[in-house]
């Protein structure tokens, strides 16, 4: 049966196409494959388990919950736009949710599963920004506010965000080749998958003299990125 990959979806009612393209997907999946791995951004926001209904994503939980009863293993990490997805959300919909990073697995081959946005070391305020906001104290704080004050705050970190990429170049926004050699050597690996830069791409290059690669998801709402296995094979479509 055949794996799948897909990363960066950044759901939103204000984009009911792509929930519609996610859809569809999901339905044509079943029976089709075995393993579905959501490599972060599912949502475009996500402020806690108990807001997905204010962020009118109830269609995309059944969507999800309905292809697991159907038969599918879906497996999910968290994007730095949904890194606060949680058991409750996971209960819900029967996905299995995995630390960032994860090493599976295929065939005899260990490949290791990231979103991507650690990667890019290059981006400081990124990075400062997210140390931040996976510290426990922070996710306590903000998952104690009142539903629409974390709506609130979502919307205005996401501007700021959106803001703060206006002035920056690609270069800093895409991943360090070097910081990606450094994790790979870390995990054992010589095949990566990432999502979070939205520019799909399968890079080949050396890793201490033997060949590797880092398949790039690109994102969902634009180009319906997938990435298949089959056989011992990778094709990147979309």
């Known amino acids: 049966?055949?794996?799948?990959?897909?990363?960066?979806?950044?759901?939103?009612?204000?984009?009911?196409?792509?929930?519609?393209?996610?859809?569809?997907?999901?339905?044509?999946?079943?029976?089709?494959?075995?393993?579905?791995y959501i490599l972060g951004d599912l949502f475009e926001v996500w402020i806690g388990?108990?807001?997905?209904?204010?962020?009118g994503q109830g269609e995309v939980e059944n969507i999800?919950?309905?292809?697991?009863?159907?038969g599918l293993d879906i497996f999910f990490i968290h994007g730095n736009r949904d890194f606060l997805v949680g058991n409750d959300f996971a209960n819900r919909t029967g996905c299995k949710?995995?630390?960032d990073p994860t090493l599976i697995t295929l065939g005899s081959?260990?490949?290791?599963?990231?979103?991507?946005d650690t990667l890019c070391t290059d981006d400081i305020e990124h990075q400062t920004a997210r140390?931040?906001?996976?510290?426990?104290?922070?996710?306590?704080a903000?998952?104690?506010?009142p539903v629409n004050e974390r709506m609130d705050t979502a919307r205005s970190m996401r501007t700021k965000s959106e803001v703060a990429k206006?002035?920056?170049s690609m270069e800093i926004m895409d991943v360090n080749q070097q910081h990606v050699e450094k994790v790979m050597r870390e995990h054992g690996v010589l095949t990566i998958i990432h999502g979070h830069t939205h520019k799909p791409a399968v890079h080949e290059f050396d890793l201490d003299n033997v060949p590797a690669k880092r398949y790039v998801l690109g994102d969902w709402y634009t180009q319906k990125s997938v990435l298949y296995y089959d056989h011992g094979r990778f094709a990147l479509r979309g």
């Open 1 to 36: 049966m055949t794996i799948a990959f897909i990363a960066d979806l950044h759901l939103d009612p204000v984009r009911p196409e792509s929930t519609q393209w996610f859809k569809e997907f999901m339905n044509n999946s079943t029976g089709l494959l075995s393993r579905l």
């Open 49 to 55: 388990d108990d807001g997905g209904d204010a962020l």
């Open 64 to 70: 999800i919950k309905s292809t697991v009863n159907a």
């Open 97 to 99: 949710i995995l630390p």
């Open 109 to 116: 081959e260990p490949v290791l599963l990231t979103h991507g």
């Open 131 to 140: 140390q931040e906001m996976m510290t426990s104290k922070w996710k306590i």
């Open 142 to 145: 903000f998952l104690n506010k």
């Open 166 to 168: 206006k002035t920056k």
